[in-house]
């Protein structure tokens, strides 16, 4: 019975540990979050604003509208900031976590790493959740508001959105010119403006070297001013209607001239039930709605212009000719019909007829066939574009759990707190997300690949990375152990590995020299015998190094006894011997004898000639290496042979 309580006891003491874990992961995580959620927003908002700063500067808005924009823009953003903010931050806490050996202590007491995530990971869950319900309720509002903001600040001000080198008519009557435009002053330069009534009588033509254009103060008006410049105006034509030439008009030259022009240039936004058909601001059974109409409208319309085609074919094969006679319309209706045949057999006036009655029709055909091949681009993308919303909905709420099994994960690898190797990673993954999600949604749009494959493309890269990471991380596995890479990379470019021994301070165990010294001569005699035996300097056999490949006993021998004297010589208080320590190489036992370790790798490169002619060269060039290695460590150890018997006292003073 004390047994049974005693365990009772103890598994509620762990489940009372494990939820103080809990509160504490998820307290450390949610604070981060909070902190890069509004960052990320910030960034996010900063990046549209500079995209519509043209639109904003100089208009005059009131503070209440610029509130309006910020706003809606900021709602139309949080999606987009979500996923950015849980990588940013699980990089971070997990790093944190890491760093402080918290994340070793956990495991330690038998906690592992997917318990230790999955506070955390609900809470990411429902953010994801929440993420959707947000992209279905609010956004799709708050992208109306901003879509009719955008399109009212445009309109506001117009004399600032004057274009240079083409005409601009958004000024209603009139046709407006600028060859250059000083956007400090607002000076326009080399203007032409045309202004026409209801006919041609009512044109006229102004000419100007410079001017500007203002609102009134009462914002109903805009007062046009103009420099240096002449009027044409159009008279009453006296002549024929057709000539154009006996239409007199009048020449007017001035210096200044001031021009009222009806505007009503107060901001009032439009109504934003105007974009509804945006693809953008549809909630998902809309979007659904839409794209059965759509896909209705060109199943009909498919139909309607099949059954159009099919009529016209029939109506084009019946015979254009001579209707009077019944012989030709029997040998038309009893034999095939050769339309070559016909078309000689018809007199000269209905051959003309035919002709042009064919050039018609073929005009015709061409100019609604653009027509409809337009029409059907623009509804087969706007069919696209509400694919792609729908399915925006989805991949942005997947993608905050998936940023998260990448950065939590990253984080318990890198071990790297703050906001330096995190905010790095981070931004390279998001980057590279981007990328592939924008570059699949481009060429869905353009109907290059397929929708659903283009906008879940980052997902379908994105996820593998994810469930790598987190098996690897659970694993212990060290991905990115910089050590690791390292020796991978020197063996692949054979670079060397210098040693680096520094004197020390305390020394607990002496260099006994009788033992040490006959050690060094034998290790320089079996250099001598090995290069007398082996002659490094010559080509290797090409056979033996990929097909008959024997472990080199006596370099492995010599660099294991090597190692063994030189640890015992770090101890050494003599700081010559230190700096020759480090001048002794460290040999690589098998770098000269084959390219790789599995046996069946080596065949294979050996096979293939042209890279087992490179690998060949390689073994050659590490056998020269390992010539020049054992000719410094004789150098070296005798040297050290000569500093410890110089340091050791002889027989007769002991």
């Known amino acids: 019975m004390g047994k049974k309580h005693y365990l009772c006891a103890a598994y509620y003491a762990r489940m009372r540990i494990i939820k103080k874990i809990d509160i504490f992961i998820l307290k450390q995580f949610c604070l981060l979050f909070m902190g890069t959620f509004f960052i990320c927003l910030f960034i996010f908002l900063m990046q549209f604003i500079w995209k519509y700063v043209d639109d904003l500067i100089g208009k005059g808005l009131s503070f209440s509208v610029l509130a309006q924009f910020f706003f809606h823009a900021a709602m139309d953003l949080v999606p987009l900031s979500l996923p950015l903010a849980i990588l940013l931050a699980s990089l971070i806490t997990f790093g944190n976590m890491g760093e402080r050996l918290e994340l070793l202590s956990m495991k330690a007491a038998g906690i592992p790493l997917l318990r230790i995530l ?55 009557g009139y046709n407006l010119f600028v060859e250059h435009k000083d956007l400090e002053t607002g000076m326009l330069y080399g203007i032409m403006i045309y202004t026409q009534g209801t006919s041609f009588d009512d044109t006229q033509v102004v000419l100007a070297d410079s001017g500007h254009i203002r609102s009134t103060a009462d914002q109903m008006h805009l007062q046009l001013t103009l420099y240096d410049g002449q009027r044409f105006r159009n008279m009453q034509n006296t002549g024929s209607a057709m000539d154009r030439s006996t239409v007199p008009y009048m020449r007017e030259t001035f210096k200044k001239e001031v021009d009222l022009i009806p505007f009503d240039n107060n901001f009032s936004v439009m109504d934003a039930n105007l974009f509804n058909d945006n693809a953008g601001t549809k909630d998902i059974f809309a979007l659904t709605r839409g794209i059965d109409s759509i896909q209705n409208y060109l199943d009909s319309t498919g139909h309607a212009q099949y059954e159009q085609y099919r009529y016209t074919f029939l109506e084009n094969t019946r015979l254009e000719g001579n209707r009077d006679s019944a012989r030709m319309r029997e040998a038309v209706e009893t034999t095939p019909v050769n339309y070559d045949t016909l078309y000689t057999a018809l007199p000269d006036g209905d051959r003309a007829r035919v002709l042009r009655l064919a050039s018609e029709r073929g005009h015709s055909g061409i100019v609604q066939t653009e027509m409809l091949k337009e029409m ?4 087969n993308r706007s069919l696209r574009i509400h694919y792609l919303e729908r399915n925006k909905k989805f991949t942005l709420s ?51 690949w397929d929708v659903t494959f283009g906008s879940w493309l980052s997902t379908m890269v994105l996820t593998p990375i994810g469930v790598w990471l987190t098996y690897k991380a659970n694993q212990d596995s060290a991905v990115f152990n910089a050590e690791g890479y390292q020796r991978f990379f020197r063996r692949l470019f054979g670079l060397r590995i210098r040693r680096v021994i520094n004197r020390k301070e305390i020394i607990m165990n002496e260099v006994n020299p009788e033992r040490v010294i006959p050690a060094l001569q034998q290790i320089v005699a079996d250099c001598n015998n090995y290069e007398q035996s082996r002659r490094l300097w010559q080509m290797p056999n090409y056979l033996r190094v990929f097909f008959r490949y024997e472990p080199d006993t006596q370099v492995i021998s010599i660099s294991e006894r090597l190692e063994t004297i030189v640890e015992e010589l770090a101890n050494s208080r003599d700081s010559r011997i230190i700096s020759s320590l480090n001048e002794v190489p460290i040999l690589v036992p098998d770098a000269h004898t084959r390219p790789f370790r599995q046996p069946r790798l080596n065949m294979v490169v050996g096979v293939l000639l042209p890279i087992g002619f490179i690998m060949w060269f390689r073994i050659w060039r590490y056998r020269l290496r390992l010539w020049r290695d054992m000719e410094q460590l004789k150098k070296q150890c005798n040297y050290i042979i000569k500093r410890l018997e110089a340091s050791s006292p002889s027989p007769a003073t002991a």
Do not use: D, H
């Open 398 to 448: 997947l993608a905050c759990l998936i940023f998260f099994f990448i950065g939590a994960p990253l984080g318990a690898i890198i071990r790297k707190g703050g906001l330096g190797v995190p905010v790095v990673v981070s931004v390279i993954i998001f980057i590279f997300y981007y990328m592939v999600n924008v570059s699949g949604e481009k060429l869905s749009k353009s109907g290059e």
């Open 118 to 172: 999955r506070p955390v990971a609900i809470f990411v869950t429902g953010l994801a959740l929440g993420s959707f319900y947000f992209q279905n309720v609010v956004t799709p509002e708050s992208s109306r508001q901003l879509a009719a903001l955008l399109y009212s600040m445009k309109q506001k001000s117009p004399e600032l959105e004057i274009p240079e080198g083409i005409f601009y008519n958004e000024i209603p």
């Open 376 to 379: 059907s681009f623009y509804v």
